[in-house]
């Protein structure tokens, strides 16, 4: 266990919908990546937040959005989903955003989205 | 665009053998390379990991080897086990937030 929590575990919807998935980063860490896994595209990086501020883009949809909150946790919001945002989304924690040296990311069990 | 390429896509070793897997890079500005190993079901857990200015690391049974001229890094487990069995994912880090690139992911399978 990672330590890093994330719900829902499954979510099924429909095309044109929008969903939340929520991520709880573990005790202490600062830093939350969002990433995407699918099966053609590989695991990719779509955000990165460091105590409430976006830090890092990377190949993320401007139909997806996400945000850090005071508590730290985070959210990923998918709108106007389609059949190809179908996939595993992971979030990983790291203590830090801004190194002096690499900090490990810790990664959460993921939520599979199914879009029908 | 796929920053890091990896292969082999899949791989079949038996136990006891040495399983190899490569990857690829073209940023420089990459500063640190991380190898996950990933069980289904399960996200990815970081495994070993080396920075650029040496050029091996050793942990264990896995080793990667890294060599900055050509940009390739590699991961070699020794005695390969069947609780081995898994994908395992090269990523290379961007400065100065962490952020990964990951290269496609070998499924590894060693036979018992």
């Known amino acids: 266990d990672s330590g890093v929590t994330q719900t829902p575990k499954h979510l099924i919807t429909a095309t044109g919908q929008r969903v939340t998935l929520r991520c709880s980063p573990r005790s202490g860490d600062l830093s939350v990546y969002w990433y995407q896994q699918s099966l053609d595209q590989g695991l990719q990086f779509l955000i990165q937040y460091y105590n409430g501020e976006e830090r890092a883009k990377g190949n993320i949809l401007e139909r997806f959005s996400a945000q850090q909150f005071p508590d730290l946790h985070s959210e990923l919001n998918l709108s106007s989903l389609e059949l190809g945002d179908s996939a595993l989304y992971f979030c990983?924690?790291?203590?830090?955003?801004?190194?002096?040296?690499?900090?490990?990311?810790?990664f959460g069990p993921g939520t599979r989205l199914t879009v029908l | 665009q796929q920053q890091v390429k990896q292969s082999p896509q899949s791989l079949i070793v038996q136990k006891g053998g040495i399983s190899i897997i490569n990857c690829a890079y073209e940023n420089t500005a990459f500063d640190y390379f991380p190898w996950y190993q990933q069980f289904p079901g399960k996200g990815p857990a970081l495994l070993i990991a080396?920075?650029?200015?040496?050029s091996e690391k050793k942990e264990g049974r896995f080793t990667i080897s890294f060599n900055k001229s050509a940009k390739q890094f590699s991961l070699h487990i020794m005695d390969s086990q069947p609780g081995d069995s898994a994908t395992y994912f090269c990523?290379?880090?961007?400065?100065?937030?962490?952020?990964?690139?990951f290269g496609a992911g070998t499924r590894l399978t060693v036979k018992p």
């Open positions: 080396i920075r650029p200015d040496v």
């Open positions: 990983a924690s790291s203590v830090g955003g801004h190194r002096k040296i690499y900090n490990e990311q810790f």
């Open positions: 990523a290379a880090a961007l400065p100065p937030y962490n952020d990964m690139r």
